[in-house]
Each structure stands twice: as structure tokens, then as C-alpha cells.
T-cell receptor, first 112, second 112 residues
Framework: GEDVEQSLFLSVREGDSSVINCTYT??????LYWYKQEPGAGLQLLTY???NMDMKQDQRLTVLLNKKDKHLSLRIADTQTGDSAIYFC????????????WGAGTKLIIKP | EAQVTQNPRYLITVTGKKLTVTCSQN?????MSWYRQDPGLGLRQIYY???????DKGDVPEGYKVSRKEKRNFPLILESPSPNQTSLYFC???????????FGPGTRLLVL
């Protein structure tokens, strides 16, 4: 079945770039998403990319998609303390009737 | 303000005592969904609804019921809660199944 995998933790220094990685198995992906969950809050859509794109940039966020390797990454430039959160990768696929398939989330820890 | 609301936000109950968590959205969205979030497991879909009177099981439907009698509301019912249903629950909605989902603030449930 479909599977989305992420590392559970990432620790970076304030001001450095953070790169959060995600791998998926279903080649029929149509959309790939990054959601952010701040402590005690719900999930907020950060950005998404169509599966026919390689890259999408939005201010400090850069999403890279390698379809051949089924690898998605989220780069956050100049990481700030406010970026501290759990980041979820998700995909929607034709095979799953476009239901979102979620990764377990990566907790981003910012060191001063 | 466009939003998804859930009530209650926090609930402590005992095994076997029926409870309902309400979810309401004011965006005229057709698609609504319930997830549970557990540490290390990410989000798992419980039930979803593509439209009024149309509901389908997600990945973990056992022990839950839903109804969609009107477009804006999608209550989650636990007929006989058990301790393994202790979790953080999120309701979400989107214009259609394939589009960006908007999340409620979450309901933290403890079943003793």
C-alpha cells in the first residue's frame, strides 16, 4: 500500500537552513503537501506542489520534488525560533481516491 | 471568518460512556474528514465525507461513527469509548477531496 516516511526529528541552529525530507511510494501521486503544526495548534498548510513540477519557491520556503526517487524536501532558509513545529508531508493519489496519505511528522528543533 | 470549529477542545471521560465531538465549517465545503493523531504515527484518517449523506471509512474506523445530515456539520460519535481511543482528534474540510484541507483546532480526548 501507499506509504509516506519522514524522520521524526531535525535539529538546526537559528539562522541556518533546515531541510526536511520525505519519501513516498505511490507513483500515482498528484499533489504533495507540507503542513505545519505549532505546539497545541491544528495543522496549517504551508505549501504544496503538483507532481509534474520539480520545484516551488515561496519566500523562505523551497520545495524540491524528485519524482524518479520519490523524494520530496522542504527547505526553510534562515530558520527562526518561530519555525519550531512539527512538519507533516502528505500526498494525494489517484489510487487512494485522492485521500491524503500522511507521514508521521518531523519535529523541527531550533538551537540558539 | 472562514474556519473549522470543534467542540469540545478537551474531554475526559470513562470507558463505555457515549460521547460526540462536533465539527462545523462555514466555508460551504463539500468534503469533510476526521483524523486522529498519535505520537510517532502522524495523522490517521477515521472517516470522511464527500458530500451530504455520503460517508466512507478511512484507515482506522473501528469504534467510531459519523453522520453528515447537513453540509456544515460532521460529528464524530464514540458509542462506547475505550482507553485506546485516547488521542488528539482533528476535523478538516476542503472544497473537494483533492484540494487543500483546512483543519480545526483539535480535540484532546482522554478515556479512563
Amino acid at each position: 500500500g501507499e506509504d509516506v516516511e519522514q524522520s521524526l526529528f531535525l535539529s538546526v541552529r537559528e539562522g541556518d537552513s533546515s531541510v526536511i525530507n520525505c519519501t513516498y511510494t505511490d507513483s500515482s501521486s498528484t499533489y504533495l503537501y507540507w503542513y505545519k503544526q505549532e505546539p497545541g495548534a491544528g495543522l496549517q498548510l504551508l505549501t504544496y506542489i503538483f507532481s509534474n513540477m520539480d520545484m516551488k519557491q515561496d519566500q523562505r520556503l523551497t520545495v524540491l520534488l524528485n519524482k524518479k526517487d520519490k523524494h520530496l524536501s522542504l527547505r526553510i532558509a534562515d530558520t527562526q525560533t518561530g519555525d519550531s513545529a512539527i512538519y507533516f508531508c502528505a500526498e494525494s493519489t489517484m489510487d487512494s481516491n485522492y485521500q491524503l496519505i500522511w507521514g508521521a511528522g518531523t519535529k523541527l528543533i531550533i538551537k540558539p | 471568518e472562514a474556519q473549522v470549529t470543534q467542540n469540545p477542545r478537551y474531554l475526559i471521560t470513562v470507558t463505555g460512556k457515549k460521547l460526540t465531538v462536533t465539527c462545523s465549517q462555514n466555508m460551504n465545503h463539500e468534503y469533510m474528514s476526521w483524523y486522529r493523531q498519535d505520537p510517532g504515527l502522524g495523522l490517521r484518517q477515521i472517516y470522511y465525507s464527500m458530500n451530504v449523506e455520503v460517508t466512507d471509512k478511512g484507515d482506522v474506523p473501528e469504534g467510531y461513527k459519523v453522520s453528515r445530515k447537513e453540509k456544515r456539520n460532521f460529528p464524530l460519535i464514540l458509542e462506547s469509548p475505550s482507553p485506546n481511543q485516547t488521542s488528539l482528534y482533528f476535523c478538516a474540510s476542503s472544497p473537494g477531496g483533492q484540494e487543500t484541507q483546512y483543519f480545526g483546532p483539535g480535540t484532546r480526548l482522554l478515556v479512563l
